[in-house]
């Protein structure tokens, strides 16, 4: 049984900064990548971020590039999500997500390419 267990979240002040954490167990995590993903109220999930296993390949939504970073350390079996230059347009709960596929050599980005969810972690960015 795979867990996942997000932390890190919390109210800014926009132009502020947030560090997103995940922690996973249950599988071998260095196999899988990992994605960030958050939902907004009335809106659907979207893609924010991807880190392929290795830790080589990444991915950003356009509307987050230039400003999060996405890493991981497979030591601790743990994927990060820097958050800078916060803006109120980013307030949403954040979710992390592990592939449904092993080794994948691309980086997923589909919000159904992902699985095992966590119970995500609320942001607020105020004006």
């Known amino acids: 049984q795979v867990q996942l267990v997000e932390s890190g979240g919390g109210l800014v002040q926009a132009g502020g900064s947030l560090r997103l954490s995940c922690a996973a167990s249950?599988?071998?995590?260095?196999?899988?990548?990992m994605g960030w993903f958050r939902q907004a109220p009335g809106k659907v999930r979207e893609f924010v971020a991807a880190?392929?296993?290795?830790?080589?390949?990444?991915a950003y939504a356009d509307s987050v590039k230039g400003r999060f970073t996405i890493s991981r350390d497979n030591a601790k079996s743990t994927v990060y999500l820097q958050m800078n230059s916060l803006n109120p347009e980013d307030t949403a709960v954040y979710y992390c997500?592990?592939?449904?596929?092993?080794?994948?050599?691309?980086?997923?980005?589909?919000?159904?390419?992902?699985?095992?969810w966590g119970q995500g972690t609320q942001v607020t960015v105020s004006s």
């Open positions: 997500a592990e592939d449904r596929r092993s080794l994948r050599m691309a980086v997923a980005t589909g919000v159904n390419e992902y699985e095992n």
């Open positions: 249950g599988r071998t995590f260095s196999n899988y990548g």
């Open positions: 880190v392929s296993w290795s830790g080589r390949k990444t």
